[in-house]
T-cell receptor
Framework: DGGITQSPKYLFRKEGQNVTLSCEQN?????MYWYRQDPGQGLRLIYYSQIVNDFQKGDIAEGYSVSREKKESFPLTVTSAQKNPTAFYLCASSKWTSGRENIQYFGAGTRLSVL | AQKITQTQPGMFVQEKEAVTLDCTYDTSDQSYGLFWYKQPSSGEMIFLIYQGSYDEQNATEGRYSLNFQKARKSANLVISASQLGDSAMYFCAMREERGSGSARQLTFGSGTQLTVLP
């Protein structure tokens, strides 16, 4: 089945630690995205990538880093510089085009908590 | 800058009844797309329906329809014949279609929690 796989489902971070969230897609989509969701709020864009080896900052990129070495994979690292990392993180992918051909499809999310 | 407003934090509807979830948006662009997503308690965001700003007809997908009023900048989601499984958070989102790069970003509203009562 085609889809987006995020792992782990739950993640705990100790103070001063970097953690990496995995996102893999087999939809052959060019574009991938990372969003953060805080309780009772909508999604905010952290980073997005249009093509391999290229990515752009979203609205809240500080304290996060990404890489895009393969079309299928877009891991997100939450660094120790992110002082309030507790949130629900969602990965998405889409075709890089306009109109109804560009629908973002999401993974099941990773819930990150700080110990 | 684009902005999405969902003014109903919570809504209740009786099973088998229809319900309308409100969404207004703000943009200076002429070409844009409007989206609705459903987020059950499990957390995954599920795409429901898309409306392009130049589409002449309101979008429909099964029990979902979008009441698009361009002059009022509103894109309300109508769910007909509500089911218990429709209980979830619903998000309206918008994307400006001009150019490329940052213009392809989705901007989300704060969501409406829908509860379907038996």
């Amino acid at each position: 089945d085609g889809g987006i796989t995020q792992s782990p489902k739950y993640l705990f971070r100790k103070e001063g630690q970097n953690v990496t969230l995995s996102c893999e897609q087999n939809l052959n989509h060019d574009a991938m995205y990372w969003y953060r969701q805080d309780p009772g709020q909508g999604l905010r864009l952290i980073y997005y990538s249009q093509i391999v080896n290229d990515f752009q900052k979203g609205d809240i990129a500080e304290g996060y880093s990404v890489s895009r070495e393969k079309k299928e994979s877009f891991p997100l690292t939450v660094t120790s510089a992110q002082k309030n990392p507790t949130a629900f993180y969602l990965c998405a992918s889409s075709k890089w085009t306009s109109g109804r051909e560009n629908i973002q499809y999401f993974g099941a999310g990773t819930r990150l908590s700080v110990l | 800058a684009q902005k999405i407003t969902q003014t109903q934090p919570g809504m209740f509807v009786q099973e088998k009844e229809a319900v309308t979830l409100d969404c207004t948006y703000d943009t200076s662009d002429q070409s844009y797309g409007l989206f609705w997503y459903k987020q059950p308690s499990s957390g995954e965001m599920i795409f429901l329906i898309y409306q392009g700003s130049y589409d002449e007809q309101n979008a429909t997908e099964g029990r979902y329809s979008l009441n698009f009023q361009k002059a009022r900048k509103s894109a309300n989601l109508v769910i007909s014949a509500s089911q218990l499984g429709d209980s979830a958070m619903y998000f309206c989102a918008m994307r400006e279609e001009r150019g490329s790069g940052s213009a392809r970003q989705l901007t989300f509203g704060s969501g409406t929690q829908l509860t379907v009562l038996p």
